[in-house]
């Protein structure tokens, strides 16, 4: 009897790891951080072609710390994220935009020592809360270094 309420315990306990697995980024593992929807705006953006998407680019308390103070490289434990919708004219105002169906979040994780190999960057790129597949997580940190390395890998700047 024991042995069999051990067995069930340690079962779930697996597929409960198995599933939480499962919501991480390969390469990277990373997920989607909690209640990021509330988290503070770092700022907006727009891209034009091909995407035609409206961005923008969230921060946690410690992401929000350090664009305040000017600290670069970011400290570990900041998280940026990135929420993307397709670029539709409003239905009621012509000149107007609003965000249409969403598309991307994507997310990165500051961890110097785990993400050594990334400039101390883990990426996370989600659709409908799912994972991208490891392909599209193997461009993340070759644009992002490429393009803004005197700025930790981050593009975005604090929104005046
Ligand atoms: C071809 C270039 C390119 C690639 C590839 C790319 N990014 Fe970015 N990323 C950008 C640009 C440009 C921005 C600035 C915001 C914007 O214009 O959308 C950005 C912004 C971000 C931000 C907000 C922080 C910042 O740096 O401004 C996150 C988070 C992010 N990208 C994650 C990812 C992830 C995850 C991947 C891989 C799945 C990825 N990016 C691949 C160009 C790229």
């Not at 309420?5 to 079962?11: D, E, Q, S, V, Y």
């Not at 991307?104 to 597949?133: C, E, L, S």
Request: hydrophobic fraction near 40%; proline fraction near 8%; aromatic fraction near 10%.
């Amino acid at each position: 009897m024991k042995l069999r309420t051990l067995l069930t315990c340690c079962a779930l306990a697996a597929s409960g790891a198995a599933l939480a697995d499962s919501a991480v980024s390969p390469i990277y593992g990373v997920s989607l951080p909690d209640g990021y929807r509330h988290w503070e705006l770092i700022a907006p953006a727009v891209e034009a072609a091909p995407l035609n998407e409206l961005r923008t680019v969230l921060g946690n308390d410690k992401a929000i710390q350090a664009y305040q103070s000017g600290q670069v490289p970011f400290p570990d434990g900041t998280v940026l994220v990135k929420l993307a919708w397709k670029h539709v004219p409003s239905p009621e105002f012509d000149p107007a935009s609003i965000p249409g169906a969403a598309t991307t979040v994507q997310v990165m994780v500051k961890d110097a020592k785990r993400y050594a190999a990334t400039g101390g960057w883990g990426f996370g790129r989600f659709i409908n809360g799912k994972p991208a597949d490891e392909a599209q997580h193997q461009t993340c940190f070759a644009c992002h270094q490429a393009k803004v390395q005197n700025h930790d890998y981050v593009f975005t700047r604090f929104a005046p």
